[in-house]
């Protein structure tokens, strides 16, 4: 694996970008940075900030300004490998880290039908203690409703309902989506079939970023 990994995880919600991070991140060494958890942890924490952020969370709408910016580069600018899941959502804070020197090197980004992800997002289920995943159909606990892991009861995030799934998409296509292009004209951007099992969407990444790492090498080599 190349020495510098920067990697971008891109996709509209439930597009599976925190199933493969979680796989991804332990395989490579990555840093994890999972954007959304960081601000749900905030919100449970109760703080002012938190209640800020739930106003925006629980709408299914984007944090505005640059806290969210800010929060990244505190976390990553002195890293070499990390992998960013849910940052950036805009054009504007793919470019705000760029000038702050933060040089994304590889995107990936989740390609799946809009028809799939509403089905993955309205059985999914999270354990709010050890924060486990689930899926009611797909991978479901085995004792109903108990985290397999800690026994906690699991529970649906407060932004997987119908409505809000919804709102979510729409901040997507509108805000977030510009930044396939923003990537692809970097030459940066690859696309991954999101749509198969888990298991085989990993197996896809992992075989994208051996060969992207085996580029990165050969073309350092030939420098
Ligand atoms: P975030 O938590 O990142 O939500 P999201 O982008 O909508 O993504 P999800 O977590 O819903 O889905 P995912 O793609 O990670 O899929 P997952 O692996 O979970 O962000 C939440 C909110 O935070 C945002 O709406 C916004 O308000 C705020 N926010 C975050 N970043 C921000 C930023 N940069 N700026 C401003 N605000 C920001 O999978 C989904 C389900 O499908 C699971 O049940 C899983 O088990 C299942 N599944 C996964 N892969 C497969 C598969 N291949 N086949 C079948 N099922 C699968």
Redesign the pocket.
Known sequence: MAKSLKLV?L????????????QISKKYSLQDV???????DEIKKDTIVGKE?AK??N??????GN???DL?YLIVHKKTKFML??????VQ?AEYIQDMKININCVLM?E?PES??I???S????CPNCRT???LK??APKNKNICDKCKTKIIR?N??NPK??KE?FR??HQK?APLIKHYSDQNILYTVD????????IKEVIKKLNKISKGKNQSKSKR
């Open positions: 995880l996709g509209p919600p439930g597009s599976g970008k925190s199933t493969v991070a979680e999972y954007m959304g958890q960081i601000l749900r952020i925006y969370l709408k299914g709408e984007l944090v505005p806290f969210v910016s990244i899941d849910g940052f950036p959502r805009t804070q989740l799946v799939e992800v089905k993955r997002l059985l999914r289920r999270v995943q689930y899926h797909f991978f995030r932004d997987d809000i799934i979510r901040v997507y977030t999101a749509s198969k099992n888990p298991k085989e969407v």
